[in-house]
Each structure stands twice: as C-alpha cells, then as structure tokens.
C-alpha cells in the first residue's frame, strides 16, 4: 500500500477498508495512510481467517477481531474507538444500503 495510491483511490471516490494488517509492527506505511483517510471513507475488516491483528498474532483469524482494529485504527487517529465504530457503520450502510440488519 502506498499513500499515493491510496490517494488515487479516494480521488476516484473510493472508501478505503483496512485488515489487521494495519496493526503489525512493520506496517508503518499503512499505518500513516490510516491517519489520513477522511472519516467517511474508512472501513475496517478482517481477513479472516487470515492474517489475525495483534494481539492475536498467528492465531487464526476471525470476525470477532475486527474490534481490534477498529481499537487500533482509532488510537492512530486520535479518536475513540466508539466514534471510530459508529462512523465506520454509517460508512458500511451507505455503502451497502440493502444490507439487512
């Protein structure tokens, strides 16, 4: 991932989704381009059942550990995580609108 990249995306109008990838010790880059994504342009996922964050590290990876990113994603930012969970649903429906809940 690099930041412009990232940039191209969202230029084209794009919301950017980031893994628990995000969250390892090497994924710096990514890491600045986390802080740097507009508020309703952000999702987080898991790649489940691989590439689990930290701190489950080597474990396999399931949707419960999103949290984790999400906990992780809003300490780069600056933000709660609550605010960062609720933005990030907002951003989900309006990008999945039929989505049933």
């Known amino acids: 991932a690099s930041a412009d990249f990232a940039r191209k995306m969202l230029d084209l109008g794009l919301t950017i989704s980031l ?5 390892f010790k090497n994924a710096k880059d ?9 508020e309703d ?3 987080v996922e ?8 930290v701190p489950h590290r080597g474990q ?3 949707p419960a550990f999103v949290a984790d990113t999400a906990r992780f994603v809003a300490a780069l930012r600056g933000v709660e995580a609550e605010r ?10 309006r990008l ?5 809940l």
């Open 19 to 23: 893994s628990g990838i995000v969250t």
């Open 60 to 62: 396999v990876c399931e």
């Open 96 to 100: 999945f609108s039929k989505v049933a």
């Open 84 to 93: 960062l969970a609720e933005q990030t649903s907002r951003n989900f429906l």
């Open 30 to 38: 990514l890491q600045a381009i986390a802080a740097e994504i507009p």
């Open 41 to 43: 342009r952000l999702l």
């Open 46 to 53: 898991t790649d489940a059942p691989f590439l689990a964050p």
